[in-house]
């Protein structure tokens, strides 16, 4: 199951060149995940059982809930409930709470189904993307044509490398190309920004807005990656 919805073909990552190509991986893969657990899924007793152990997050709730009816959404949490209910929150406790449910509530609380099936892909495919830097010299020029890559893809990209696969004699070469991304990127927005901010300056009248009117957004897609939406935006 996990091999077939978390594997994305690493052109459909990186062939459309918009934004950090890491961030439409994890869309892709949230939106695949979410889509599966609320549709597929519900006829597969496995797979509930360990929905049933790991719950979800705010943000993958909320996304299932936009992706699966309202009855699959309510069957997920039924289960889930009645598996907290009878294992971990009764509803009485004579004397002292019992220590070993309140660690296994607490565990519940940081794990996420999708979260785990989102970081699985993810390490799937930095491996993928290690491999093809080295061997294939067309996927190396196409890294080296993306857009930017976010902040937090950047630090995963940059300390998984030497484990995950990339030879010690081509690390300076990926280090450096990942920084161009990153830090390349980054000197284009503070300009922008210091553009956007000097435009406020009456001496400015009249000058041209150039590149700066989005950089905030863009800014924020870089420092969160996650882009703004659009009613989000200021007008
Ligand atoms: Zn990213
Ligand atoms: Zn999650």
Redesign the pocket.
């Known amino acids: 199951m996990r091999e077939d919805i978390c594997t994305i073909p690493i052109n459909d990552v990186f062939l459309p060149r918009d934004?950090?190509?890491?961030?439409r991986m994890?869309d892709m893969l949230e939106e695949r995940s979410t889509v599966y657990i609320t549709g597929a899924a519900m006829m597969e007793p496995d797979v509930r059982i360990k929905t049933n152990e790991k719950g979800f997050c705010h943000r993958h709730f909320g996304m299932m809930l936009k992706c699966g009816t309202r009855l699959s959404n309510a069957l997920i949490l039924e289960s889930h409930l009645d598996k907290l209910k009878t294992e971990m929150i009764p509803k009485t406790v004579k004397g002292k709470p019992d220590k070993k449910k309140i660690a296994a509530i607490r565990s519940v609380q940081k794990s996420c189904f999708v979260c785990e099936q989102v970081e699985w892909g993810m390490a799937h495919m930095y491996q993928t993307i290690f491999s093809s830097y080295v061997t294939d010299s067309e996927f190396r020029a196409l890294y080296n044509d993306q857009q930017f890559?976010?902040?937090?893809?950047y630090a995963d990209l940059m300390t998984a490398a030497v484990n995950k696969g990339v030879p010690s004699k081509s690390l300076p070469d990926f280090y450096s190309d990942t920084s161009k991304l990153a830090g390349g990127y980054l000197e284009v927005l503070k300009d922008d920004i210091t553009h956007f901010c000097s435009m406020f300056d009456y001496r400015s009248k009249g000058q041209d807005w150039g590149n700066s009117k989005d950089a905030i957004e863009r800014s924020i897609e870089f420092l969160t990656?996650e882009r703004i939406a659009k009613d989000e935006q200021q007008g």
């Open positions: 934004g950090c190509p890491l961030c994890r890559i976010c902040m937090e893809h990656s």
